[in-house]
């Protein structure tokens, strides 16, 4: 969890420049156009899946967090106000950036073990169904977290979402 939002913390203090933001925008709002719930989960889905590829899901990881940290960096440029908003926040203070955090953190740690099996030369049979019920666990967090992140996302563009502390 430690490395992942630090990674996502370094992503987050990017310069973006404004014509790389612009761009970033465009092409975040065509993904988001018609998302909703399961569109979420699928996204997210995709990329916690690799996370459980023995060693590349380390760093396929550490580079997704660090990616969307960049991300809320190339968002804050296009709008400042949102600047007000600690990029952790978004992590530890939403319920589904806690699911989403808790998910990813599973598959990179899956990932760092078999590796470190393979290293040593022990037999994966025995990983094989911890790390099946981890990817169970992972995909119920993530199905769960994008409906409820396509639910909070529809209750602040209603207005009716109030987040203590920030007034943006």
């Given at each position: 969890m430690g490395a992942f939002a630090a990674a996502y913390q370094i992503g987050s203090m990017s310069t973006v420049g404004e014509e790389e933001a612009a761009l970033f925008m465009k092409e975040f709002e065509e993904?988001?156009?018609d998302i909703d719930g399961f569109g979420i989960f699928t996204h997210n889905t995709t990329l916690?899946?690799?996370m459980f590829i023995p060693g590349f899901g380390v760093a396929w990881g550490l580079f997704s967090a660090w990616s969307t940290g960049f991300a809320f960096a190339a968002i804050v440029t296009v709008a400042p106000e949102l600047s007000a908003i600690p990029p952790l926040s978004i992590l530890f203070l939403s319920p589904f950036g806690v699911?989403?955090?808790v998910?990813?953190?599973?598959g990179i740690s899956r990932s760092y073990i078999l590796i470190r099996a393979i290293a040593k030369k022990?037999?994966?049979t025995t990983f094989i169904k911890p790390t099946v019920i981890e990817?169970?666990?992972?995909?119920?967090l993530l199905l769960a977290g994008g409906y409820l992140e396509f639910y909070m996302i529809e209750l602040a563009e209603e207005g009716g979402?109030?987040?203590p502390g920030f007034d943006v």
């Open positions: 993904l988001v156009l916690a899946l690799p699911m989403e955090l998910a990813y953190s599973l022990i037999n994966l990817i169970g666990i992972v995909v119920g979402l109030d987040l």
